[in-house]
């Protein structure tokens, strides 16, 4: 055995001798906390922004679907082709000037990710708009504020006393 790991000799030990290391073993961190600023950060509340395009698309793929259909059923009442492409034209230009409509957000399911988002954002935005919150708010300042003003009274304490004791004298 080299450089002395292990057993001194594999005999009668039921094995072959080889020595591993143990992958599962945990190691202690040095720091095991994320630094200060990192937290402050993780714990900012923050909206997903929806993606534009994937909306755009999904708007687009809703019209196309009620396209499609209704050139299905004109297909099988047997509707001319240029009648087909006419009526078609006509349903799609309405669709798209009418599908810029806002959506309910409780008619939206699960899978729809960025409507969701949006929605959310429009609510959430709706929101600070009636609690007259401004935008440039940010979470938490509240508290910084209250910190800072009891550091800076205990500050003007500290000069009190400095001055109370440099007069005493």
């Known amino acids: 055995m080299s450089s002395n790991v292990g057993l001194s000799t594999p005999r009668g030990s039921g094995t072959s001798g080889y020595v591993q290391r143990n992958l599962s073993h945990l190691r202690a961190r040095n720091d095991p906390y994320p630094p200060k600023d990192f937290r402050d950060e993780a714990l900012k509340h923050r909206h997903r922004k929806p993606d534009e395009e994937i909306l755009e698309h999904d708007r687009?793929?809703?019209?196309?679907?009620?396209?499609?259909?209704?050139?299905?059923?004109?297909?099988?009442?047997?509707?001319?082709?240029s009648g087909i492409e006419l009526q078609t034209t006509a349903l799609r230009n309405k669709l798209l000037s009418a599908s810029s409509a806002k959506a309910d957000a409780k008619t939206l399911k699960p899978h729809q990710v960025h409507e969701l988002a949006k929605a959310k954002m429009e609510e959430s935005e709706k929101l600070r708009k009636a609690l007259g919150i401004s935008e440039d708010y940010e979470e938490g300042s509240h508290w910084r504020k209250q910190e800072e003003r009891a550091r800076e009274a205990e500050k003007e304490k500290e000069r009190e006393r400095g001055r109370e004791e440099g007069g005493g004298k």
């Open 60 to 81: 687009k793929r809703e019209v196309e679907v009620k396209v499609f259909e209704l050139r299905d059923r004109l297909e099988d009442e047997g509707l001319s082709e």
